[in-house]
């Protein structure tokens, strides 16, 4: 099994995430091979909080030129992760 800092990469705070925050769904970029029991115990062990569901999904990387190169942006693992009733995640660390 993975350590739980080689699973989870990063927390996502954009404006679409945080709309989800009241109903306790939290954001991460994840490792690409880890699945959904890793991601779990990972933010559990982390976070110290309850999780109840982890959905996953991979965002496909877009095409991109860059003056007269065609390149691509990487794919990325993301997961939603929805945490027990009255848990919060707290970013004031």
């Given at each position: ?34 699945n ?17 569901k ?40």
């Open positions: 099994m993975k350590p739980a800092y080689d699973c989870i990469r990063s927390i996502i705070r954009t404006e679409k995430s945080t709309l989800q925050e009241p109903q306790g769904k939290y954001l991460f970029i994840v490792d690409a091979a880890a959904k029991v890793q991601i779990r115990r990972a933010v559990e062990e982390i976070y110290k909080v309850k999780v109840t982890v959905n996953t999904y991979i965002s496909v990387g877009k095409l991109k030129q860059v003056r007269y190169k065609a390149g691509r942006t990487p794919n990325v693992k993301r997961a939603i992760v929805t945490l027990k009733k009255g848990d919060k995640i707290d970013f004031t660390q």
